[in-house]
């Protein structure tokens, strides 16, 4: 199968890991897909490392450039499927007219509902299949009037580790200047070390972590809280640490590009989103063993079952972090036998091998409905 993925943005995150995951799985599996991406775009130069296909298209009005090009590459009719990764890339392939000439997919991360305008909603409309990253995604989706029938659910993978204490957990701690070992009851109790990676944005709740830490560090007062991610909220978090005076407890750590060392560093993992379609971080927390807690919301509740893989706690409340942050802690068998849960869920559920295989069905069957769709009409069209 010919598959195009088209993917505008320029910065990494979530949604441009998955893609890179996805082409990644697709020829690995004997697929022919390439990437349609702008210039200078942190996928379109990982792509090009592993020498995958790469149409580079300039970031100067990418959606009309993206267009044009979306247009000459399927006028032959060589690709099965037009797969648009974000909002950008769904712009351009319906300017395209990609659904014209292949199975136009659309990907939707955000429990946003549709916009109504009517150059949205063409969009959309177009789409052979629109495909949810969660239950909960798929549920804003239909509450905003796309059709039931044209909605599936594809979960975001992650890579799962071999062995997720291949690297030492000393020594990972020793990165972030944390002496210890993350296993080791009395450095948990002593000098436990508390962790969350994501975009330091206002919508992810990194302020929460740093009250709660203000408050942890009463009881434990060698604990730390390591921020992996870069964002806009940064100053505000620097001087928030600063008031509360944690600020020598917080570990900014910017964006760290070999993310898979931060993880068995830690001893709980954190992710304070209010507003996420899943959460890959905590995806990979999980397939690392490291017990985990979240708000109950949003799609949160699709990924951590409460009480066995993970916790759950009430949306925005300080308190239920400190609650559940302080269980784990005081109880290690329990926090371990939550970590080993957690990692038998994720790989059983939200691998990256088990997304391509999903997203591969979507690809059949849209690819096979079109190819119909076309009999049905060059038989209409004949003569009688």
């Known amino acids: ?37 702008v210039k200078g775009s942190a996928l379109g130069r990982r792509a090009a490392r592993r020498r995958m296909k790469v ?18 590459l399927t006028t032959s009719g060589s690709f099965d499927v037009v797969h648009a990764n974000e909002a950008h890339a769904v712009t351009a392939a319906w300017l395209a007219g990609a659904h014209r000439r292949a199975a136009f997919v659309i990907s939707r991360r955000v429990g946003y509902p549709l916009a109504k305008t009517v150059l949205a909603r063409a969009r959309y409309k177009a789409a052979a299949r629109i495909v949810a990253i969660s239950q909960w995604v798929a549920e804003q989706l239909m509450d905003s009037g ?13 890579e799962i580790p071999a062995n ?19 296993d080791d009851a009395r450095v948990a109790r002593e ?33 730390r809280l390591l921020l992996a991610g870069d964002g806009p909220s940064r100053p505000m978090l620097e001087t928030l640490a600063r008031e509360l005076g944690v600020h020598q407890a917080v570990i900014f750590a910017g964006f760290v590009t070999d993310i898979e060392s931060v993880y068995p560093a830690l001893d709980v993992f954190l992710f304070p989103s209010s507003f996420e379609g899943l959460g890959t971080s905590l995806l990979a927390a999980m397939s690392y063993e490291v017990p985990s807690i979240a708000f109950r919301c949003c799609a949160f509740g699709e990924i951590i079952e409460n009480e066995k893989s993970g916790l759950l706690v009430e949306q925005g409340n300080v308190e239920g972090i400190v609650k559940a942050v302080t269980r784990l802690l005081q ?20 691998s990256c091998d088990h997304m391509v295989e999903e997203m591969k069905k979507v690809y059949r069957e849209v690819a096979r409905d079109k190819l119909d769709s076309r009999l049905a009409n060059s038989h209409a069209s004949k003569p009688a």
């Open 331 to 350: 109880n290690r068998e329990f926090a371990r036998g939550m970590g080993a849960a957690g990692r038998e869920r994720i790989a059983k559920i939200f």
């Open 164 to 182: 997720p204490r291949a690297q030492s957990p000393h020594l990972a701690r020793m990165r972030w200047g944390v002496a210890g070992v993350a």
């Open 191 to 223: 000098s436990p070390l508390l962790g969350s990676v994501g975009v330091l944005s206002p919508d992810k709740g990194h302020e929460l972590l740093i009250r709660a830490l203000a408050q942890l560090r009463k009881e434990y007062g060698g604990c």
């Open 55 to 72: 149409h580079f298209v300039t970031p100067r009005a990418a959606r009309i450039s993206a267009a044009l090009k979306i247009r000459a």
């Open 146 to 158: 796309a059709p039931k029938e044209n909605i599936s659910v594809v979960y975001e993978g992650v």
């Open 1 to 37: 199968m010919n598959i195009l993925l088209v993917d505008l943005e320029k910065e990494w995150r979530g949604g441009q890991n998955q893609a890179f995951l996805l082409l990644k799985g697709l020829n690995a599996r004997g697929d022919c897909a390439e990437l349609m991406t």
